[in-house]
């Protein structure tokens, strides 16, 4: 059995340094840190361990009453949301300002909330900052207060210990293991596709900052969801955009959304059906591909397009001729905004996660190899005439195969394609890349395939 980690909620007015204190405390850059007010707008979430006790740190907005704006309402309803799921919360300020009338508000919100709090004084660079602003925030009569630096980590230790301090009772215990179990999934698409509401969808609450502004998603948002007794961890990210494109702070969301890709299991590639394929979306679904990862192609949007009958066939063919090398990955049209078909999506994510984890044994594969070798001998190139010996399955996810060749300088590149499709459709690898790596192999006679009764001898 493994603890269930506690949840802390780190709040505190914009340009405070909360995403920087974030990213010190998690030991890694994971929220976007830039020195200007209200860069962090979405809720970012990492565990942490300190002295045997996991921590889940939550990284919100900065809080401010002061604007009416749609974006900044929904980062007031975050924080709300991310205080009510916290066991207990750090309030951050900034020591080289003083309390300014942001704080007192910030100072309100907190105390009606009514979690375990500690008051971290931030930007506490040197002992003579320190000495001379600190008073001013002993006031509010918190029972615990820290001085940090998140800029260089002088603090931090005291300020975890103050945590684990206050922290209730622990939660109940899960069972260890969990963590193999879970399908991890990113969202991935240019900005304004609806990546933010099809994951709100599929939650079941407004979890990712949603506006009609394009690219207002800048960091990959954490949520585990289980759904039919499967564990999935769903990964909003910020909409990719080509580099020419990408300015200032939005190059910071685009290592993000690679980063959210690298970790997942299977990419829902997700395309505005009312606008069409771009070439944005063929860029950034060629990340996803370069990467190895399953897929499912989501043409999002689909009651904003007129149709008849034919439409979805036709849009579906559209899609695979323009993304000729996703033409294995299933395509569902869904509305995020009322729904529709997105339910479906949860079978499709299971059934690529299978192929993608899918291993064949030695002896399968190779009795298959026969027949496809028989049904079309590889005619060679240049005069070289290739002999293919055998294959086997080093790895998974994705599958990676060995096939052993004499000769492989003559094995042209249609018939390692040839061999990956038939793969593909006989074992029903949907959705998931498959690798192929030839080996050369210079002994005579017959081979010994390991796994196998008998060897496949120079097909």
């Known amino acids: 059995m493994s603890?269930?980690?506690?949840?802390?909620?780190?709040?505190?007015?914009?340009?405070?340094?909360k995403s920087t204190l974030f990213n010190r405390l998690v030991g890694h850059r994971v929220s976007i840190v830039d020195d200007r007010p209200g860069v962090t707008r979405d809720v970012i979430a990492r565990t942490f361990e300190w002295n045997g006790v996991p921590i889940r740190f939550l990284d919100t907005g900065g809080y401010e009453t002061s604007s009416s704006g749609e974006i900044e309402v929904n980062v007031r309803r975050h924080i709300a949301e991310a205080v009510e799921l916290a066991d207990a919360l750090v309030l951050v300020v900034d020591i080289t300002t003083g309390p300014t009338a942001e704080d007192e508000e910030a100072v309100g919100f907190v105390?009606?909330?009514?979690r375990p709090l500690v008051l971290a004084v931030n930007k506490a660079d040197t002992a003579k900052r320190e000495q001379e602003g600190l008073a001013d925030f002993l006031h509010w009569g918190f029972d615990r207060v820290e001085t940090v630096s998140a800029l260089h980590g002088t603090g931090t230790g005291d300020l975890l210990d103050a945590i684990v301090e206050m922290l209730p009772d622990r939660p109940a215990e899960i069972e260890a293991g969990d963590d193999e179990k879970i399908i991890r999934v990113a969202l991935v698409g240019r900005p304004n596709v609806g990546k933010s509401t099809l994951l709100n969808r599929m939650v079941g609450h407004q979890r990712s900052l949603v506006s009609s502004i394009p690219g207002t998603t800048r960091d990959p948002v954490d949520t585990l969801v289980e759904h039919d007794?499967?564990?999935?961890?769903?990964?909003?990210?910020?909409?990719?955009?080509r580099r020419g494109k990408i300015k200032d702070i939005e190059k910071f969301a685009v290592t993000r959304g690679l980063l959210a890709i690298d970790r997942a299991d299977v990419v829902l590639l997700l395309i505005d059906a009312s606008e069409g394929l771009t070439e944005t979306d063929a860029h950034v679904f060629g990340l996803a591909h370069e990467a190895g990862r399953a897929a499912v192609i989501v043409a999002n949007k689909w009651d904003l397009v007129e149709k008849d009958s034919d439409t979805a066939g036709a849009s579906a063919k559209d899609i695979y001729r323009n993304l000729k090398f996703l033409?294995?990955?299933?395509?569902?049209?869904?509305?995020?905004q009322t729904?529709?078909?997105?339910?479906?999506?949860?079978d499709e994510i299971r059934k690529v996660h299978t192929a993608y984890s899918h291993r064949i044994s030695t002896p399968a594969l190779n009795e298959r190899l026969k027949e496809w070798v028989n049904h079309r001998p590889p005619h060679g190139i240049r005069?070289?005439?290739p002999k293919i010996l055998y294959i086997t399955q080093v790895s998974t996810k994705p599958p990676t195969f060995a096939l052993f060749v004499r000769n492989p300088q003559g094995l042209h590149l249609t018939y390692k394609r040839y061999l990956v499709n038939r793969m593909r459709e006989t074992?029903?690898?949907?959705?998931?890349?498959i690798r192929l790596l030839v080996r050369e192999n210079r002994g005579r006679g017959k081979l010994e395939t390991p796994g196998a009764p008998e060897a496949i001898e120079a097909l």
């Open 327 to 336: 033409r294995h990955c299933p395509i569902q049209f869904i509305s995020a």
């Open 427 to 433: 074992f029903d690898f949907t959705g998931t890349p």
């Open 111 to 114: 105390r009606r909330c009514g």
């Open 339 to 346: 729904g529709q078909r997105v339910p479906r999506l949860w």
């Open 229 to 241: 007794g499967q564990l999935f961890l769903l990964v909003d990210t910020a909409g990719i955009r």
């Open 383 to 385: 005069g070289i005439l």
């Open 3 to 17: 603890k269930a980690p506690y949840t802390v909620a780190i709040v505190g007015r914009p340009n405070v340094g």
